[in-house]
Nanobody, 121 residues
Framework: QVQLVQSGGGLVQAGGSLRLSCSAS????????LAWFRQAPGKEREFVAS????????TYADFVKGRFFISRDYAKNTMYLQINTLKAEDTAVYYC??????????????WGQGTQVTVSS
């Protein structure tokens, strides 16, 4: 069974930074497009960023505006989301996902447990 394990997150002051991590078995990550999503209170889950296999370029949601950076450590089967200059509107539960595709809307086969990010102003 494929499991994605997330770490990081927590309570951060506005303007601060944090890094989220997502690890899984090689089977889940090898050749797979990975992605980060988030769900704010009372809102639908939204796409944040995605990165495919070695050599692929990352893609970001428009609201990222240079503050979020997705990266992968292919040897460690780990994905990261670096978030800088945090804003109150970044408060959400963040999810990592694997084996993702976008055919007009995002769809992923595997999901992490989610991690809460709360930004205090």
């Amino acid at each position: 069974q494929v499991q994605l394990v997330q770490s990081g997150g927590g309570l951060v002051q506005a303007g601060g930074s944090l890094r989220l991590s997502c690890s899984a078995s090689e089977r889940a990550f090898s050749g797979s497009r990975l992605a980060w999503f988030r769900q704010a209170p009372g809102k639908e889950r939204e796409f944040v960023a995605s990165r495919g296999w070695i050599g692929s370029m990352p893609t970001y949601a428009d609201f990222v505006k240079g503050r979020f950076f997705i990266s992968r450590d292919y040897a460690k089967n780990t994905m990261y989301l670096q978030i800088n200059t945090l804003k109150a509107e970044d408060t959400a539960v963040y999810y990592c996902a694997a084996s993702c595709r976008n055919a007009g809307s995002w769809s992923c086969d595997y999901w992490g447990q989610g991690t809460q990010v709360t930004v205090s102003s």
